[in-house]
């Protein structure tokens, strides 16, 4: 069963998206909390929740700050966007936190659900239009996420450099598991991934 908590504040939607979804004969149960609060106090009574669906534009903790929170307390939960927002920088915002899926509001209750049973399945999913500004940027390769920290730099040097990564991980005082954690995470970042799905499968190891 996919137990899913809707995060959203505004009623209305909440009460479309938990009728679309509370149709008989799905595996599909939804249930919703209005704020970060609420749906801390739900996620910490109920251990049978394994996905959210998650608006941006929350009152306090915003939709981001919530995932950032969730992917802490709560790393193996599926995690969704449903949102209005369309911007190229909030897409990238969002995937660097580690959602699984990125959808616009107003598609039909038959593609929500499906794009639900794939992301729970273990694929991620993203709205036509999300889809498309993703394979902009892979034909154009713009920077869509966040810069590199100083150790991911040095990596990146080193590496340039043909140093191997024992003599890195030596080098560097770290173990050959952290080495290669950070080679992920600059993966991601750059999103130097071979492909989209690859980089949903290099997302999903470090969850």
């Not at 009152?59 to 193996?76: F, K, M, S, T, V």
């Amino acid at each position: 069963m996919i137990e899913i908590l809707f995060i959203e504040d505004d009623p209305c939607e909440r009460k479309l998206v938990m009728t679309q979804l509370n149709s008989p004969g799905t595996i599909i149960h939804c249930r919703t909390a209005s704020c970060w609060l609420e749906a801390l106090a739900m996620l910490d009574a109920d251990p049978h929740f394994n996905f959210v669906l998650l608006d941006l534009g929350l009152p306090g903790l915003n939709g981001i700050g919530c995932l950032r929170q969730l992917r802490a307390i709560w790393g193996r939960l599926k995690i969704v966007v449903l949102t209005g927002d369309d911007r190229e920088e909030t897409i990238a915002e969002v995937l660097a936190a580690g959602a699984d899926g990125y959808l616009l509001k107003g598609c039909s209750a038959e593609l929500l659900r499906g794009d639900i049973v794939k992301v729970h399945f273990g694929d991620m999913a993203f709205s036509r239009k999300v889809a498309n500004i993703l394979g902009a940027h892979f034909r154009n390769r713009k920077t869509l996420v966040e810069p590199l920290n100083d150790t991911e730099k040095e990596i990146c040097a080193r590496r340039e450099r043909g140093q191997p990564d024992k003599f890195i991980a030596s080098e560097m005082h770290m173990k050959i598991s952290t080495l290669k954690t950070h080679k992920v995470r600059i993966r991601i970042k750059t999103l130097e991934a071979a492909s989209l799905s690859e980089a949903a499968f290099l997302r999903r190891r470090l969850a």
